[in-house]
T-cell receptor
């Protein structure tokens, strides 16, 4: 069966510091991968998605970036965090080939102070 | 574009039945999803409807009417652990990526 991992689970970072969140998927090949952010009391906002190694699509212009160095690894980064970057970051995967159901990782709660 | 509308909050009694509605406006419908999200946790997949009608999975059922742009999630025999946010999400317009509604917070009380 498929499993999705995210780490760290929680993170407290000062404004202006860098960020690296990692997501890995097990039990499937060539998944579509996604990064979402959920701010307190708000809906899920799609940040990036990837259909393959090195292929990244950005949905929202911001100071975040994403990379996919391996088939089942997805990384969310920032060079300098802003207060507004605080939130719950969720990685998700779906099967390739038009099957749309997304399965979410446990999430990383980021607080920028 | 897509417009997804669902109630912000609902309350219900343990053991009862509750129906959470979701209406949408879109072109090129590709499917409608329901997810459950407990506070502080990730969303978990409940159902996917692409054809009209009712899909039943244990205590949870999901209904879709594409012509009316309408779906509902039906929860039977409510339990306290069903207190959570329920997210309606829509895939459409040639995209395989669902857009999520803001969610309905369900509070189940004794």
């Amino acid at each position: 069966s498929q499993t999705i991992h995210q780490w760290p689970a929680t993170l407290v970072q000062p404004v202006g510091s860098p960020l690296s969140l990692e997501c890995t998927v097990e039990g499937t090949s060539n998944p579509n991968l996604y990064w979402y952010r959920q701010a307190a009391g708000r809906g899920l906002q799609l940040l990036f998605y990837s259909v393959g190694i090195g292929q990244i699509s950005s949905e929202v212009p911001q100071n975040l970036s994403a990379s996919r160095p391996q088939d089942r690894q997805f990384i969310l980064s920032s060079k300098k965090l802003l207060l507004s970057d605080s939130g719950f970051y969720l990685c998700a995967w779906s099967a390739s080939g038009g099957r749309y159901t997304q399965y979410f990782g446990p999430g990383t709660r980021l607080t920028v102070l | 574009g897509q417009n997804i509308d669902q109630p912000t909050e609902m309350t219900a009694t343990e053991g009862a039945i509750v129906q959470i509605n979701c209406t949408y406006q879109t072109s090129g419908f590709n499917g409608l999803f329901w997810y459950q999200q407990h506070a502080g946790e990730a969303p978990t997949f409940l159902s996917y409807n692409v054809l009209d009608g009712l899909e039943e999975k244990g205590r949870f059922s999901s209904f879709l009417s594409r012509s009316k742009g309408y779906s509902y999630l039906l929860l039977k025999e409510l339990q306290m652990k069903d207190s959570a946010s329920y997210l309606c999400a829509l895939a459409s317009g040639g995209s395989y990526i669902p857009t999520f509604g803001r969610g309905t917070s369900l509070i189940v009380h004794p």
